[in-house]
T-cell receptor, first 114, second 108 residues
Framework: DAGITQSPRHKVTETGTPVTLRCHQT?????MYWYRQDPGHGLRLIHY???????DKGEVSDGYSVSRSKTEDFLLTLESATSSQTSVYFC?????????????FGQGTRLTVV | KNEVEQSPQNLTAQEGEFITINCSYS?????LHWLQQHPGGGIVSLFM???GKKKHGRLIATINIQEKHSSLHITASHPRDSAVYIC??????????FGEGTQLTVNP
């Protein structure tokens, strides 16, 4: 996949612990997104960013925070993980400078909160 | 109500059948992506459309901008086509919005 990586790819954590997921891009795309995917719900937007330090909430933002201190990285933080946050998390990017109709997708991070 | 509507939600077909998945959206867009996700797998972009029609192998994608509608067709379907197919639209300003996905199962 073109220039977008998520880390870690898998994580198991305990309830109440903080967790940070990282999305890194080398495409210089303006928009970055975090989604979660659960059976029966499709992809639901958690937060997105439209530029450095510019972020906005999606439809399922409660319990999550994000930060984008540089173009390449968009971090998703679960301040105090709960079992309901067990999910697969996907990052996406869009809004390239030369081809603003492009969109690329990360490989996903499987998070289990026990 | 989702801004992007996909149908059907689930589709079961026999190998060799012609398959159509539909996607409708509500306002003007700059582009539409058809995505594929196999069980436990990542998301792969199949097509990006802003007008007309594209073909890749047995897959064909069309978009009608005036009617705000796109279709993904699979000819001569095969069990390896079994996956979730997702429509995603890029609204002007480049914000991505996904449909709920269509679970396709092709039986041998």
């Amino acid at each position: 996949d073109a220039g977008i990586t998520q880390s870690p790819r898998h994580k198991v954590t305990e309830t109440g612990t903080p967790v940070t997921l990282r999305c890194h891009q080398t495409e210089n795309h303006r928009y970055m997104y975090w989604y979660r995917q659960d059976p029966g719900h499709g992809l639901r937007l958690i937060h997105y960013s439209y530029g450095v330090k510019d972020t906005d909430k999606g439809e399922v933002s409660d319990g999550y925070s994000v930060s984008r201190s540089k173009t390449e990285d968009f971090l998703l933080t679960l301040e105090s993980a709960t079992s309901s946050q067990t999910s697969v998390y996907f990052c996406a990017i869009s809004g390239g400078v030369t081809m603003n109709t492009e969109a690329f997708f990360g490989q996903g991070t499987r998070l289990t909160v026990v | 109500k989702n801004e992007v509507e996909q149908s059907p939600q689930n589709l079961t077909a026999q190998e060799g059948e012609f398959i159509t998945i539909n996607c409708s959206y509500s306002v003007g867009i700059s582009a539409l992506h058809w995505l594929q996700q196999h069980p436990g797998g990542g998301i792969v972009s199949l097509f990006m459309l802003s007008s007309g029609k594209k073909k890749h192998g047995r897959l064909i994608a069309t978009i009608n901008i005036q009617e705000k509608h796109s279709s993904l067709h699979i000819t001569a379907s095969h069990p390896r086509d079994s996956a979730v197919y997702i429509c995603a639209v890029l609204y002007w300003g480049s914000r991505l919005t996904f449909g709920e996905g269509t679970q396709l199962t092709v039986n041998p």
